[in-house]
């Protein structure tokens, strides 16, 4: 079974889907036509407003400059069968953190902010998880292996309702912003904060540099 991502934001047509092809695309440069036997990037919305949609042109625009692919994209709304099938959530906030539990309170180990889990990647020894081999078995088990690490380094478990008084909180800035509706320079800037973790995710998971 390939190591599934599941990347949420509020509609799926921005934040998500940029996160969800960028990492797709970033894990193709790195071990090629295998990406596709190995891993699965998926995203998905909070709400229903924009269900069936294509991504938002703006952030298609900034996905393709980037090198990924926006074709055949339609917007979901996140459901509990989603969050099963997967093995990490990305949220764009922790607003979508506390939406995902709500739906699946036991994935608070596999969910977290974006920002955070970017934040926390760095301090995982990569030499200390199971190597990449040609399955997808290997391929989950170490993405599990990192997930469980970055985990433990907040102190296990994502934040939110009650365990704020006994879990590290996610920090504010951790949050990635809308850019719907406003300038192109935004939907970069916005890309640009997605590509701060989703580049060195690709790099820890493929053990490939």
């Given at each position: 079974?390939?190591?599934?991502?599941?990347?949420?934001?509020?509609?799926?047509?921005?934040?998500?889907?940029?996160?969800?092809?960028?990492?797709?695309?970033?894990?193709?440069?790195?071990?090629?036509?295998?990406?596709?036997d190995l891993y699965i990037?998926?995203?998905?919305?909070?709400?229903?407003?924009?269900e069936g949609e294509p991504?938002?042109?703006?952030?298609?625009?900034?996905?393709?400059?980037?090198?990924?692919?926006?074709?055949?994209?339609?917007?979901?709304?996140?459901?509990?069968?989603?969050?099963?099938?997967?093995?990490?959530?990305?949220?764009?906030?922790?607003?979508?953190?506390?939406?995902?539990?709500?739906?699946?309170?036991?994935?608070?180990?596999?969910?977290?902010?974006?920002?955070?889990?970017?934040?926390?990647?760095?301090?995982?020894?990569?030499?200390?998880?199971?190597?990449?081999?040609?399955?997808?078995?290997?391929?989950?088990?170490?993405?599990?292996?990192?997930?469980?690490?970055?985990?433990?380094?907040?102190?296990?478990?994502?934040?939110?309702?009650?365990?704020?008084?006994?879990?590290?909180?996610?920090?504010?800035?951790?949050?990635?912003?809308?850019?719907?509706?406003?300038?192109?320079?935004?939907?970069a800037r916005t890309a640009?904060?997605?590509?701060?973790?989703?580049?060195?995710?690709?790099?820890?998971?493929?053990?490939?540099?």
């Open positions: 079974m390939p190591f599934t991502v599941l990347h949420v934001c509020v509609g799926n047509i921005c934040r998500s889907p940029m996160a969800e092809r960028l990492l797709a695309a970033a894990l193709r440069r790195k071990i090629g036509d295998r990406v596709d990037s998926h995203g998905a919305g909070t709400g229903a407003w924009h991504m938002n042109p703006p952030a298609a625009q900034e996905l393709v400059a980037r090198g990924g692919d926006a074709s055949a994209f339609s917007a979901r709304k996140l459901s509990r069968a989603m969050i099963d099938v997967s093995d990490l959530v990305l949220c764009a906030t922790a607003e979508q953190v506390e939406a995902v539990l709500r739906l699946r309170p036991p994935a608070a180990g596999i969910t977290f902010v974006l920002g955070e889990f970017g934040r926390l990647l760095p301090d995982v020894d990569p030499s200390l998880l199971p190597p990449l081999g040609s399955t997808p078995d290997s391929a989950r088990d170490r993405g599990i292996a990192l997930v469980s690490a970055v985990d433990a380094l907040r102190g296990g478990g994502a934040v939110w309702g009650m365990e704020r008084q006994r879990r590290r909180r996610s920090l504010r800035t951790d949050d990635l912003a809308d850019p719907w509706g406003l300038a192109q320079s935004e939907y640009d904060e997605i590509e701060r973790t989703i580049l060195p995710l690709a790099t820890v998971l493929t053990d490939v540099r």
